[in-house]
């Protein structure tokens, strides 16, 4: 039977202060809660809130993948299981975003948002978490509607205030079909 992957997305930087540490402790909560879940943690694969998210699912016997940017395991999360090196840069954003049942937005900034975009053309539901900093606390007021990036409705996008919540939302929206308003997605022949 096929495991459910939650993908986080996040700032691989540092995040100076009591802040950065409660940021960091909250990604380890929700790598945790993931594990607990029985579910497989997706994530960029390297530092910041990536690490630590890893962290938590590692220390709760999860299992975890990361698509790491570079072609190599330089940057690699200790934590990982399985490290894709896709050599990618940025663009391996398109895994996470797209690969996922569902993602979770802890704090951000342009490449978290980034991710966000991908993921809601194609129809990956996201939940963010809220009073995690970054575009995770400025993405609310942006909203079409409350709920939507734009006028198509593709996926709303959800909140939670905590690691629990914020789980038990991404496990519960992995569960729907994809959205049929995200833009068309080339297969090619291997796809026919």
Request: hydrophobic letters at 45%; aromatic letters at 6%; charged letters at 20%.
């Amino acid at each position: 039977m096929r495991k459910t992957t939650i993908g986080v997305i996040g700032s691989s930087g540092e995040i100076p202060g009591s802040a950065g540490d409660e940021i960091m402790r909250l990604a380890r909560q929700v790598g945790a809660e993931i594990a607990k879940a029985g579910a497989v943690l997706v994530s960029g694969g390297t530092t910041g809130v990536m690490a630590a998210v890893s962290q938590g699912a590692r220390e709760a016997e999860g299992f975890v993948v990361g698509f790491l940017p570079e072609a190599d395991y330089s940057r690699a999360s200790p934590d990982l299981d399985i490290a894709f090196p896709t050599g990618m840069g940025t663009m391996r954003n398109l895994l996470t975003a797209r690969c996922c049942d569902a993602l979770m937005m802890i704090g951000g900034g342009a490449g978290t948002l980034n991710e966000l975009t991908i993921a809601y053309d194609f129809g990956t539901p996201v939940v963010v978490v809220e009073g995690s900093g970054g575009w995770a606390d400025r993405i609310r007021p942006a909203l079409f509607e409350g709920a939507w990036l734009d006028e198509r409705r593709t996926v709303a996008i959800g909140f939670a205030s905590s690691a629990v919540a914020a789980v038990d939302e991404a496990m519960r929206r992995a569960a729907e079909p994809k959205s049929t308003r995200s833009l068309p997605v080339h297969v090619g022949s291997a796809g026919a």
